[in-house]
């Protein structure tokens, strides 16, 4: 009983963290029909960012804050520049490009950070409550994590449903030429969407790091969790990663805990490839796709 | 207004009008003839580099001809070389008993054949990031499963392999060919590069076939290769499973030259060096695949001792070759897309073309 509470707050815990990374992918998805795969090294070197501010004496909460900011920046700054020039082309050429990024922000980060492992502090305690005699696995940080990353879904979804600047992004999103028709600056809000959705991978960086160990590729197991996650809740819908991101959180903390953490990752492939198997389309989908 | 050109004599006889398999196979010996050269006159560090290159081609040839011609991509190549190492490494535990290496090879190849069917089957039928995204997972989900598995496995340390002594009838004849004694080390780099050759040559002959012509029509526009009676699924499967098999013999031979197979061998890095080499050297072409498997063996040396000239520490050197490989792959998609090869012949063709 007391395992599987644990397990089970664990695993929600994580569950929002991936929850976050699916959806900076599907973000990007959707607007650009490209898998970001770049976007574990970009939440890593912001969370290097971040590491280098807090050792220079900086309080935690400004490095915090660089790191969602220098995030922002780089994600702009990749779609402007990178892939910008291929939008709209050949779709592996896209994903090359971004693996290409993937290379060559691992190697600064090792380049310029070194590759061993390095500690990331936490704002809260790691340690959990005691309610009685049953001993809650829900950290300080734990709590942390929940609620920064529903603050974050909650105003995507502001700006998303309630504002001008969201409904032309999905506008852009939808269809480029006929937002483009109606005078809607489609790459402008292209560039803000990456900017968006790395800002939100690098909260998920942040918060992977926090009270925990961080080296140039301790991301990388996080995008594929993200990838599970947005693929399970059909790679199109911000919901369905949410959705799809606690499943995961809970199925691989389970695993982790009932058989070997070693199995995590591959557990988090059978996960995909059951679906692709059963449910292509996603846990959510209505209508298959048609293409002749 | 359409150009006739004279068909000359020598037009006729020449390299383009053979059947495919002839030039296939003449360029196989010509190759096989240049390795035994090259092979005798190197030195034994340099052998080493060159048996590297072998298995490192072989792979990317695999992974040309998924990504080249059938437009997936597999960002686990590694994973599966690993699988086919692992295997490897566990049939040639002790020098008695154990299978011919031929056998072994074969042995090899099928299991990550059917591991590729396994990732495969429910990734390749859907297009888009699929087989990306599933192949990244076998990437990163393999060294976990070597840990767990650490009794039969071999955990972190890995398991090392005693490669088998070369068979009499070899030594005899490359004594009489070469006339110098046939070491361990050589042998091992004539096997890697005969790996190579034969599977450059299935490969050559398989993209010229039908089932090439079915990968890239495929590639080239989906729909209209599903009005023609393609089977995209099957098509897009079976060029992941031939890719996959390429990748377990270039596992076995890895095992056979680095005699360990440890999950440090086959991390994320290599899947993604491999995917750099044929993004160099040209998506789709063989060629392409070779120079850059060429370009991943001998680069890092040279970038590093840079490196280390220009005051970084060895740990900062050695991560420079990955950012130099980075950093010409964005260049080469953005900037000249069809790589080293591809660029060279398309501007070959264009001097050659009468305007």
Partial sequence: MQQLLTTTLTGLTLGMVYAAFALALVMIWRSTRIVNFAQAPMAMITTYVALTLIDAGQPFWLAFAAALASGLVLGAVVERVVIRPVEGGSEVNAVILTLGLFIVIHALAAVIFGARFRSFPAPFGLSGFRAGEVSIALTGFGIFTIVSVLVVMGLLVLLFRRTDLGLTMRAAAFNQEVARLLGVRVGRLLTLGWALAALVGSLAGLLIAGGSLVHPGYMDSVVVYGFVAAVLGGLDSPAGAVVGGLVLGLVLSLVSGLVSAALVPLAALVVLMVVLLVRPGGLFSTVTERKV | M??????????????????PLARHLLVALVGLALIVVVIETAGSFRQGQ?????????AAGGLTVLTGQS??????????????????????????????????LAIATVVTLVVGVAVGIPAARLHGPYIAGATLSLAVAVPGVALY???????????????????????DTMFFIT??????????????WFCLVLTYLLLANLGASRVG???????????????????????????FVVSAAAAGLAGAVMALVVRVSAPSGFTLTLSLGLLSAIVLGGLGSLLGALIGAAILTFLPQVVTSIGQDAGLSD???????????GLTVILVILLAPAGLVGTIRSGLAHRRRPT
Avoid: C
């Fill in chain 2, 71 to 104: 437009g997936q991509l597999s960002l686990g190549h590694g994973a599966l070389m690993a699988v086919g190492a692992y295997t490897t490494a566990l049939l040639l535990q002790s020098r008695a008993g154990a299978p011919p290496l031929v056998v072994v």
């Fill in chain 2, 149 to 171: 598995f650490s009794e039969q496995l071999g955990g972190e340390q890995g398991l090392t392999l005693r490669v088998p002594e070369a068979p009499v009838w070899l030594l």
């Fill in chain 2, 179 to 192: 006339g110098q004694e046939l070491t361990g080390r050589k042998y091992v780099a004539y096997v890697a």
């Fill in chain 2, 50 to 58: 060159i048996s590297s290159m072998a298995y490192l081609a072989i």
């Fill in chain 2, 213 to 239: 012509r079915r990968w890239r029509a495929v590639r080239d526009d989906e729909v209209a290769a599903a009005i023609a009676g393609i089977n995209l699924g099957r098509a897009r499967v079976l060029a």
């Fill in chain 2, 315 to 325: 740990l900062q050197a050695a991560e420079l070759a990955p950012l130099v490989y």
């Fill in chain 2, 2 to 19: 359409a150009t006739t050109v004279p068909v000359s004599m020598r037009d006729r006889l020449s390299w383009r009008r053979l059947p």
